[in-house]
């Protein structure tokens, strides 16, 4: 793929759509958070080796003193699906987490705060899980770092999502334990009935396969 065979169909913001031209007269569709020249698809091996991704999403997890662990849920109001769906904390790599030397962490620590109100300290962790996965590559190139942040109390933090930004509604917190983890995942759907993302039930199961500990 070259970027002369790459014609832009929507360029708004945050998502472009582009027509990549694979063979003469032949057309694939392409729904992208990026310019046009940092398509993956115009990346060499190297490159795409080494690309950061557009997002992180994080598996917050709760070690509260005398309490069992808990992975932190929200429900997030997500347009395209009309629905509030069961999420993990998750937001886009801005321009300056890019020329940190951790961006995927940096962008995870800023989301966590926004949608959450709690602050990395030193007692906690913050890991990566994963560097970078597509979300749905026969349609969109879009793609998120896992990371999973560990936080150690004595006590309940105070959780809020006042930092809330944009278009981002919110409607509560969802805390789980293992047990109510395992039930979520057998039913692929929240309590309310409604179906969740790929990256909640990635959350899920890294709680409860116990490969944080």
């Keep these: 793929m070259t970027s002369e065979n790459i014609k ?3 360029d708004t913001k945050f998502i472009k759509v582009y027509d990549l031209e694979y063979a003469p007269g ?4 392409n729904a992208s958070r990026r310019s046009q020249e940092a398509l993956p698809c115009l990346k060499d091996p ?4 080494k690309m950061l991704p557009d997002a992180v999403s994080c598996f917050v997890i709760l070690q509260i003193t005398g309490r069992e ?3 932190l849920l929200s429900w997030e109001y997500r347009y395209p699906a009309g629905q509030f769906l069961l999420s993990v904390p998750a937001g886009l790599i801005d321009p300056d987490d890019v020329h940190s030397q951790d961006a995927a962490l940096k962008a995870a620590s800023r989301e966590i705060f926004e949608e959450t109100n709690i602050e990395i300290l030193s007692t906690d962790s913050l890991s990566l899980v994963n560097p ?25 933090p105070d959780l809020n999502q006042d930092g809330a930004l944009g278009s981002e509604l919110f409607d509560g917190f969802r805390l789980v334990n293992h047990a109510q983890a395992m039930e979520i995942l057998r039913k692929g759907r929240d309590e309310h009935g409604v179906f969740y993302s790929l990256y ?3 959350g899920l ?7 944080w500990k």
């Design 205 to 211: 199961m890294w709680f409860v396969s116990g490969l």
């Design 46 to 49: 190297e490159e795409f080796k």
């Design 200 to 202: 909640t039930w990635a």
């Design 132 to 156: 970078l996965v597509f979300s749905t590559p026969g349609m969109t190139d879009e793609s998120n770092a896992l990371v999973c942040a560990i936080i150690r109390r004595d006590q309940m």
């Design 8 to 10: 832009t169909l929507l």
């Design 26 to 29: 032949k057309h694939y569709y």
């Design 69 to 71: 662990p808990l992975l």
